[in-house]
């Protein structure tokens, strides 16, 4: 096998709480995330001599090299395996950088599923998921996805049944967040810290008014523009709108693609980075696992 490439989808946090302070530090979570179709292109190859690893994008700037999380996948499927096997890696990103979409975490967990297959290291789900705690809290869902309920820090995960197909509009203000400083400046007395299970297995409608991100209102405060493009959204139809992750991504859910493209369409003017896509139904990374 020469390469494999993967398309690395986004996620989105359908509900997000934040339950508490952990003795070591992180903040305990609970939060329903769902992967969408808006993808970066991973392909893995055997490189004669250590990991090489360079990053196009068309989405901000993303580090090449050891920078980037997704080099140091490769480097901890290696260590953990045994294995001093050379690897290439390109990355061609569309998702925003440090946007709430878990980007560069779905890279490291596209690397680690390609690099496992291509060197036959022979790693089953949870012990990919395992690796990928080492790199980051988000990279365990994609191997649980499209739909998971993640808790712990965020790495223990319990796949349920897909979120009704939907379409979501992504809409990204043009800067990054840095979720250490949402966190940092999160108040848990204010938290409401909602049981993210009750919008399982609901209707799209059912879901869009249960959508919760205890990270957002931090976020929000600094950043008022996401109180815009929530009211946009709004606007133009969306049945629910919120913050994913740490920001500052917002996202609208609309049932149907054409509502979706049309409010797309009409808030082009505005300078928003704007993607439609649909829920997904099943995960691009499971004929790999």
Known sequence: MNSIALRSPAKINLCLSVLGKRPDGYHEVEMMMQMVGLYDEVT???????????????????????????????????????????????????????????????????????????????????????????IGMDVPFFFFG???????????????????????????????TSTAWVYKNLNLRLTKKVDCTKIARLTVRNIAEGLHNDLEPVTASAHPEIGRIE?????????????????PTVFGIFEAEAACRAAAKNLSGYGWRLYPAETLTESPFTEYL
């Open 44 to 134: 893995v190859a055997p490189g004669k001599k250590g990991i090489e690893l360079t990053c196009f994008s068309d989405a901000g700037s993303a580090p090449g090299g050891e920078g980037n999380i997704a080099w140091q996948a490769a480097a901890e499927l290696l260590k953990a395996t045994g294995r001093t096997d050379g690897l290439d890696i390109a990355i061609r990103k569309k998702i925003p950088v440090a946007a709430g979409l878990a980007g560069g975490s779905g890279n490291a967990a596209a690397v680690l599923v390609a690099a496992n297959r291509l060197l036959g290291t022979g790693c089953g789900r949870d012990r990919l998921a395992e690796i990928g705690t080492k």
């Open 146 to 176: 499209p739909t998971a309920i993640a808790r712990g820090r965020g790495e223990i995960l319990t796949q349920i049944p897909p979120a009704p197909a939907c379409w979501v509009l992504l809409v990204n203000p043009g800067f990054g």
């Open 231 to 247: 009211e946009a959204l709004l606007a133009q139809g969306a049945l629910g709108v919120r913050m994913s992750g740490s920001g």
